[in-house]
Each structure stands twice: as structure tokens, then as C-alpha cells.
């Protein structure tokens, strides 16, 4: 079945710093890709998303390419700030896994002044 | 504007007993979803409505776990017997069944179960 994998956490930054969290995923098809953010003591929303390969999503500084080749989707922002610490998701939705998201473990990400 | 709102936010409870969480999506929003979370893990799917018809079931939703939608807007999740592996938070989300907005979930809050 559909499955995704991402790196475990935490991980700890100073601000401005650059992030990457990894994200690979199996899926049967062509499956759209998101990511997923929860801050502290709020429900989970969504970041971006891309539905085709080569697509690049975008929001709020990060950015995620869908990379078919390398079944990838990994998470970049160039510079954090402390209120990106969140816990981040990782997340598809393709026809084997029906009319649903199926997510990765979280990602732990702590910003540091 | 309201969003996903769940109750309640809390429920601890002793082994055994029955709960039953209440989820009320965004108004014009055709499909419900449950989803449990676990610490430290990924939210794993459970089951999904769109309108009152519950359209799939995962394996993980035992015997002792039913989800309603009456009419089409509120779902209520009930837990039969507690045990104290049902401990997690459970997560309602709600979206709109269109193409352009597959997968585009929006989620309560969580209601939080401790089963003692």
C-alpha cells in the first residue's frame, strides 16, 4: 500500500538558518503530495502541496518540489524564523489509498533566537 | 468564520467505560474524516463520510469503534470498552469533494483520550 517516510526529529535550528526535511514516499501512480504543519496547541494545516511531477509548491518561505524520479518531496525554507517551530507532515493522497491522506511520522523542527 | 470544531477537548476515562467525541465540520464541506494520532507518530486514518454515507473503514477501527453522520453535517465517534491502547488523540478534518481540492483536508483541533 501507499506509504510515506520522513526523517525523524527533533531537529534543531538557529534562526535564519536553513531547512531541509527529508520526504520519500511509495504510492501506486501518480499520487498528489503534501505537507502538513501543526504549531503548538493548534490543529494540523496545510503548508503546500503539489499534484504532478515536477511541480514546485510553495508558502510562507518553504517550498517542496514533487520529484517522480527520486519518489521525493522534500521541504525547504532558506531562513527560519523562531515561529516555524512546528511539527511537520508529510502526506499523499493517491488512487491505491482511496479518498484519503496518508502521512508520514512528523518531522519535530525547534527554532532557536 | 468557523472551522473544524471537535468536543470535547479532553475526556479521560477508566477502562471499560464508553466516550464518544463530536465533530462539527465546516459548514458546506460533503466529507468527514477521522484520523487518530498517537504521540510522536503521524495522524493514521480511520474512516470517512461523504455527506451521511460512510464510505470506507480502516482495519484499525475495531468492532468497539462506530462513527455516525446522520444528516450529513456532525459526526460522533464512539469507543466501546475502553482500553487503555485507545489512548491517542483523535482528529476530525472535513473537505469539499472537487478535484481541485483533493486531499486539501482542513482539522479540529483534536479531542484528547486518556484511558486510565
Not at chain 2, 32 to 52: A, D, K, S, V
Amino acid at each position: 500500500g501507499d506509504s510515506v517516510t520522513q526523517m525523524e526529529g527533533p531537529v534543531t535550528l538557529s534562526e535564519e538558518a536553513f531547512l531541509t526535511i527529508n520526504c520519500t514516499y511509495t504510492a501506486t501512480g501518480y499520487p498528489s503530495l503534501f505537507w502538513y504543519v501543526q504549531y503548538p496547541g493548534e490543529g494540523l494545516q496545510l503548508l503546500l502541496k503539489a499534484t504532478k511531477a515536477d511541480d514546485k509548491g510553495s508558502n510562507k518561505g518553504f517550498e517542496a518540489t514533487y520529484r517522480k524520479e527520486t519518489t521525493s518531496f522534500h521541504l525547504e525554507k532558506g531562513s527560519v524564523q523562531v515561529s516555524d517551530s512546528a511539527v511537520y507532515f508529510c502526506a499523499l493522497w493517491g488512487k491505491a489509498a482511496g479518498n484519503k491522506l496518508t502521512f508520514g511520522g512528523g518531522t519535530r523542527v525547534l527554532v532557536k533566537p | 468564520d468557523t472551522g473544524v470544531s471537535q468536543d470535547p477537548r479532553h475526556k479521560i476515562t477508566k477502562r471499560g467505560q464508553n466516550v464518544t467525541f463530536r465533530c462539527d465540520p465546516i459548514s458546506e464541506h460533503n466529507r468527514l474524516y477521522w484520523y487518530r494520532q498517537t504521540l510522536g507518530q503521524g495522524p493514521e486514518f480511520l474512516t470517512y463520510f461523504q455527506n451521511e454515507a460512510q464510505l470506507e473503514k480502516s482495519r484499525l477501527l475495531s468492532d468497539r469503534f462506530s462513527a455516525e453522520r446522520p444528516k450529513g453535517s456532525f459526526s460522533t465517534l464512539e469507543i466501546q470498552r475502553t482500553e487503555q491502547g485507545d489512548s491517542a488523540m483523535y482528529l476530525c478534518a472535513s473537505s469539499l469533494a472537487a478535484g481541485g481540492n483533493t486531499g486539501e483536508l482542513f482539522f479540529g483541533e483534536g479531542s484528547r483520550l486518556t484511558v486510565l
